[in-house]
């Protein structure tokens, strides 16, 4: 605000326009099969083939087109990737019902000699009531007691009225302290006769402003005066000692001692409640005060040892004992430590674990090491199974950021053993029990997925992630690709692109059959794409798959690589076409499935079925000869132009955020307009429309006529936005001729 002198007055105002970003990196989404991983997510983002190695694994005989295809999309020039892996479920859609299974392995103990059963209190001192009892049976026996008394010693006066007259004196000690109280003769109505009521007022107001450890009450019917300790047991005292009010008082002298069998029942010593155990059970057990706990150990031992402590019991919960029957053991070693398989599959079958002593040397802890495919991975050293240790072991090994890629462990609480019994039992490199890989029985409903209450699975796994392009490697199915089409043109709502593979050993007409009748797929939608041969790429392991030096996979994964590469390529790349022999280069590709592709009657069969063919021309590198989207009969029939569009749409659905709940006016649609012109602008420059010129190359309009009064009173802001979109240069026609133009000259001159 201005003051009101003279002076320059500086205020900041809101923007008019919001810059939405143009550069991008292509979001890859992917489902498949894999050698292990978690199941019913979407996993990532991983952003190299190593990453994604770690936790979904590697080359086996049915993950490698995932494998294939992730290698492809990373080397391609990919940066990002969530993956959803895909196994048989009973109920489509419900991740408890998978069929996989995660192989396991149970560590016993050592065998040692056979324990007694005993159980153990916490810590002393006790705060009991007279009159608490434990109530316990020793190995199933009948039921023996041992019961906690304390009394508190007292003294009584004589009758009153008492002569308080003059400044007298009582001496007293409780609990051995000696204390001295002088009664003023102002305390009193009538010093020469005070009641047993004003004497003891006079005396708590005294005992409890020295901390004295005692209480005085009225007695016998309202005429004499009782001094009480507050202490109750063997350990309190009181003692009157005499003093000049005592000879009215009349309290009787000489130290008197509270009585049962404990000092103190508020402070209870363990070696009290030892004593006192020990002598209700007999020899039938032992007992033990370590550390100032109680510990009572049956005389037996084995299955058959038992100590428990009855609920009838009111002393068990002030010294902490629980009701269980605490029985002894045979000396045979016992199950201590479950190890399952970090996730379900066979591969499990494959990981071994071992046990030895711990590097620090300590008896109660151990190493654990862990070997796949017989080589040393993992190994986590002192390790505890006291779960009160810093190195316990449920704590270390399943830890989600440092701990084992490839196991979990369970604690089994082996019974009542010390630490260093309960440890497992030395044991060398061990396999787990093979898990299941949940194949039999996999079919398209596995991929498709679906969602229910307890989770999702398939493609339904990725609905929460923002993403651009969709592949299904190695289910090249009609259900799979109408599927996947759907999800991305309705589920998620047209922002997403499908690469379709083609379904293996397919010839140019057994392409086109597929596609335009068996699959339905031309003109089906613009939010996909298929690509035909499969490519041959180098044999990554010739025991898995043979000698030969190269085998076929699907191009999805490299298709993506070629997309992510074009798309990071400038701002709005999306909008370039990923296909030719500049950009649609697959990398790592050795050869083609089907040779014949390169024949070009073979490609007119398939490219006017919206077929992009991957071929390889004389003087060429293989490369995709096509970008051609299912259906082209749309708005925006080919990749880069659909891929584009999806691209503004992506960047101005929170570009535009700013506008929600705002105040419907001409500021709002100004700051709309120029905002997404501002965009559009930086993406014609950057050259991905059909012309430099922003007046050819798109249009915006938040005008009145879009909005009129009716439609503001639904609330609503409606905008008109064009793009004048590139079309791919699917054909170059040379036109070629004799050059006339020396003739056309001297024709001319003679005319003249």
């Known amino acids: 605000m201005a003051g009101l002198a003279s002076e320059v007055v500086i205020q900041e105002e809101q923007p008019t326009v919001r810059r939405i970003a143009t550069g991008a990196v292509l979001r890859l989404l992917a489902a498949g099969v894999t050698e292990r991983g978690p199941i019913g997510e979407a996993g990532g983002p991983f952003a190299s083939f190593a990453e994604w190695n770690k936790v979904y694994g590697g080359y086996t005989a049915s993950s490698l087109d995932s494998c294939a295809a992730v290698q492809g999309f990373f080397d391609g020039g990919g940066t990002h990737l969530r993956w959803c892996r895909v196994v048989h479920t009973n109920s489509q859609g419900d991740p408890t019902t998978k069929t996989s299974t995660a192989g396991t392995l149970t560590l016993p103990t050592a065998a040692a000699a056979p324990s007694a059963g005993s159980v153990t209190s916490v810590a002393q001192p006790f705060d009991l009531e007279p009159g608490d009892d434990l109530d316990l049976s020793i190995d199933g026996g009948g039921t023996v007691t041992a019961t906690f008394s304390a009394t508190a010693p007292s003294r009584e006066s004589a009758a009153e009225p008492f002569d308080l007259s003059v400044n007298n004196v009582l001496t007293f000690a409780i609990n051995g302290v000696p204390f001295s109280k002088t009664f003023l003769g102002g305390e009193f109505a009538v010093p020469t006769a005070a009641t047993a009521e004003e004497v003891v007022a006079s005396l708590n107001a005294f005992l409890a402003a020295n901390d004295a450890g005692a209480v005085a009450t009225v007695t016998s019917g309202g005429t004499k005066v009782t001094i009480t300790t507050n202490r109750r047991g063997t350990g309190a005292s009181i003692n009157i000692t005499g003093g000049t009010a005592n000879t009215p008082l009349a309290f009787t002298t000489g130290a008197l001692a509270g009585t049962g069998n404990v000092a103190d029942i508020d402070a209870v010593t363990a070696a009290e409640i030892a004593a006192q155990v020990a002598t209700a059970v007999g020899i039938t057990a032992t007992v033990t005060t370590p550390g100032g706990t109680v510990k009572i150990t049956s005389a037996t031992t084995g299955v058959l040892s038992s100590v428990q402590v009855l609920a009838s019991s009111t002393a068990d919960d002030e010294l902490g ?17 479950q190890v399952d398989a970090k996730t379900d599959g066979s591969f499990s079958g494959d990981v071994a674990v071992a046990i030895a002593a711990a590097t620090s040397g300590e008896a109660a802890k151990f190493n654990l090491s862990v070997y796949f495919k017989g080589v040393l991975v993992e190994r986590y ?80 796994t990725f609905d929460e992630h923002a993403a651009d392009v969709l592949i299904v490697p190695g289910r090249a199915t009609s259900a799979t690709h109408n ?32 596609v335009e009748t068996t699959a339905s797929l031309l003109e089906l939608s613009e939010y996909g794409a298929i690509y035909w041969p499969r490519v041959r790429v180098a044999n ?32 709005g790349g999306a909008f370039e076409q990923p296909a030719g022999v500049d950009f649609g280069v697959p990398r790592n590709v050795l050869g083609l499935e089907m040779t014949e592709v390169k024949k070009k009657a073979k490609r007119e069969l398939v490219f006017p079925k919206n077929i992009n063919p991957i071929s390889q021309e004389a003087g060429t590198p293989i490369f995709i000869d096509g970008a051609r989207c299912l259906k082209t009969s749309g708005n925006f029939g080919s990749v880069g132009q659909r891929r584009g569009v999806i691209f503004v749409e ?7 955020a700013f506008m929600r709940h705002r105040n419907i006016n001409s500021r709002l649609y100004t700051e709309g307009q120029r905002s997404v012109q501002l965009f559009l602008l930086d993406l014609t420059r950057a050259g991905c429309f059909k012309s430099s010129d922003p007046k050819k190359a798109f249009f915006v309009d938040f005008g009145p006529s879009l909005n009129p009064p009716s439609v503001q009173a639904q609330k609503k802001v409606v905008a008109r936005i064009g793009l004048a979109t590139s079309e791919p240069a699917e054909f170059i026609v040379l036109l070629i001729g004799p050059d006339t133009r020396a003739l056309d000259e001297e024709l001319a ?3 003249a």
């Open 321 to 337: 004992f629980d009701n269980a029957v605490h029985s002894g053991s045979s000396g045979a070693a016992v199950s201590t430590l």
């Open 381 to 460: 050293q002192n390790l505890s199974m006291l779960d009160s240790d810093a190195r316990y072991v449920e704590v270390i090994v399943n830890d989600a950021t440092a701990g084992s890629d490839y196991v979990v462990v369970t604690d089994l609480d082996a019974g009542d053993l010390t630490a260093a019994a309960q440890r497992p039992a030395n044991v060398a490199a061990t396999a787990l029990s093979a898990g299941s890989d949940g194949l039999a029985l996999l079919g398209d409903p596995d991929f498709v997925g679906g969602e229910t209450v307890n989770g999702s699975t398939g493609l339904r």
């Open 483 to 514: 599927a996947m089409i759907t999800y991305c043109e309705v589920t998620r709502e047209g922002l997403l692109y499908a690469v379709l593979d083609p379904p293996a050993n397919q010839t140019a007409p057994q392409i086109v059959e597929y």
């Open 540 to 571: 990554p392991s010739v025991t898995l798959y043979g000698t030969d030096a190269t085998i076929v996979v699907p191009p999805s994964g490299h298709i993506a690589g070629c997309y992510a590469r074009r798309d990071a390529s400038k701002s």
């Open 650 to 656: 992506q960047r101005l659905i929170p570009g535009l």
């Open 749 to 751: 001159a003679l005319a």
